[in-house]
């Protein structure tokens, strides 16, 4: 899941210093060096999409899936699931695609076995849309398609789904949720909703095992939820080191990006520009010295993680860099026009 | 994943799409590593010298903040992170979580919620004793204790997690785990630029 090193063609030209906010403009145009490109996944939407927060990823299969209807596309059963995810969090990040992203769960449902399963999450993106009357009556083909495929008790239930799902603006909500019965269930209300709501949890669980590496062999909602934890602590936890390894490498917490696109032409990480650091004197370099060895330590700990890309990195301290260079305005900088990026 | 992923007809599809997200990922990333940039300069134009803890805190409040604000308040967990900030904030990270955010933040007092915890603890203990232990049920009753248990510690590592309903929390948790992985990125190439400028510095 962690992006592969990129091949970015940067240039760039001299004459900018960050710590003026003018010229922030620029230096923030050529952050595309620094941060590689796009990451190298398998040449699957999927892997990409993993790198993806959801919005982007909801404009991204809502712009993708559009064209291919009115006849839903082969979609193969990793695509719902992305679709599934992206027009779930179009409910919260943006409802501004609503008609295409019911239209597109109608079409993505239409492959689904599990008529039940649907019904929730698409009312769910109903509430947002701002036309429950298109989306109730694709709700409907979409049932009529499904009675061919099982068969069903005839029992129908409908039943409120407001509480549950909190909008963040709007007011609209479907005030129920048709849900069908499968054979051989029970068909009071009550069970029909918790089998509602059960199958709107695993529906996400299924997402998430998606979005977390290494959930998809497991199955259990016990030991999916446990490698969930594992990876928000992990992913935590190395924030918490970045910050430290961030801290102790440079006097000053302002980058000044210049330098850094020097060094970063040669790194493995190869070509990514930025700019250059603010090499200035360590004003506390004894005290920064005996601290760096203590910091040391969790972060050798924490190889796998950073493995890959700090090759070439060590921990130096601080007293030997005692060089003072002038703002650098004279060094190599860079024009936002200048730097390519790859797409 | 890659098995399924390797069928002919959707890689066409997806390899465009793929370009796509990936492009729209660095977005996100660009505009996370903007505002991270732009708290870190407000800090040290607070104060010249920090010490080794102040910068790094320093440095992760401010990237805190600023993968919440590439959210803008949509989700819950950003919102609670930012509501964390301003409860616990000093003067530096107070200015610059709201140059990062671009608006006032509401002066909160932290609230002293400890004892009510204890309270609850103890009535489910209680609660569990009288229902009898030492007997091992059903497979199903432990699977649902170990769910429960595992929802209860998800909830306390998302912000904001905890006064949600279990399907509410799932979706909070995906985005939460993108955006952590675009901040870890970020970060991380961050620090490595940062190493390699410094020893190409030394060795010269």
Known sequence: ?343 | MKARMQSSSSSSSSAAAAASAAAAALMVKQEFFEKWIKGLQIYSSFNKEMTVMERKRAIKLSADVAIAATRSATTRWSRAVVADVSTSAAGAARTAAEQILGRKLAERRALAATCSRRIVRRSRQRRGKAAGRGVVRSSAAIAKKLVRNRTRVLKRLVPGGMKLDEISLIKETLDYIASLQVQVDVMRHLAAAAERLDHQQISI
């Not at chain 1, 495929?149 to 603006?169: I, R, Y």
Request: hydrophobic share 35%; charged share 20%.
């Open chain 1, 1 to 343: 899941m962690e992006p592969n090193v990129e091949a970015v063609q940067p240039q760039f030209r001299s004459g900018i210093s960050g710590a003026k906010p003018g010229g922030m403009g620029c230096v923030f145009g050529d952050i595309h060096g620094l941060i590689p490109g796009p990451p190298e996944t398998d040449g699957t939407s999927f892997t990409a999409l993993l790198e993806l927060p959801p919005p982007q990823a909801v404009e991204l299969l809502v712009k993708e899936d559009f064209p291919a209807k009115p006849m839903p596309p082969p979609i193969f059963p990793s695509n719902i699931a992305l679709i599934d995810r992206a027009s779930m969090f179009s409910v919260f990040a943006s409802a501004d695609n609503p008609p295409e992203s019911t239209n597109i769960l109608s079409a993505s449902s239409s492959m689904k076995i599990d008529s039940v399963k649907q019904e929730p999450l698409e009312s769910e993106n109903q509430r947002n849309s701002s036309s429950p009357a298109v989306s109730n009556q694709s709700l409907k083909s979409i049932k009529r398609k499904e009675r061919e495929k099982k068969v069903k008790e005839s029992s129908k239930k409908s039943k409120k789904v407001g509480a549950n799902e909190a909008s963040d603006g709007s007011g609209e909500q479907l005030p129920y949720v048709h849900v069908r019965a499968r054979r051989g269930q029970a068909t009071d209300s009550h069970s029909l909703a918790e089998r509602a709501r059960r199958e709107k949890i695993n529906a996400r669980m299924k997402l998430l095992q998606d979005l977390v590496p290494g959930c998809n062999k497991i199955s259990g909602t016990a030991m999916v939820l446990d490698e969930i934890i594992n990876h928000v602590q992990a992913l935590q936890r190395q924030v918490e080191f970045l910050s430290m390894r961030l801290a102790a490498v440079n006097p000053r917490i302002d980058f000044n990006l210049d330098a850094l696109l020097a060094v970063e032409s040669e790194s493995s990480i190869d070509n990514s520009y930025l700019g250059m650091f603010p090499p200035s004197i360590w004003p506390e370099g004894q005290i920064n010295g005996s601290r760096q060895q203590q910091y040391q330590q969790p972060w050798l700990m924490d190889p796998p993680s950073m493995g890959r890309v700090d090759d070439t990195s060590n921990f130096i301290t601080p007293e030997n860099s005692l060089l003072s260079y002038d703002s650098p305005a004279n060094s190599a900088s860079l024009h936002s026009s200048q730097l390519k990026m790859e797409l």
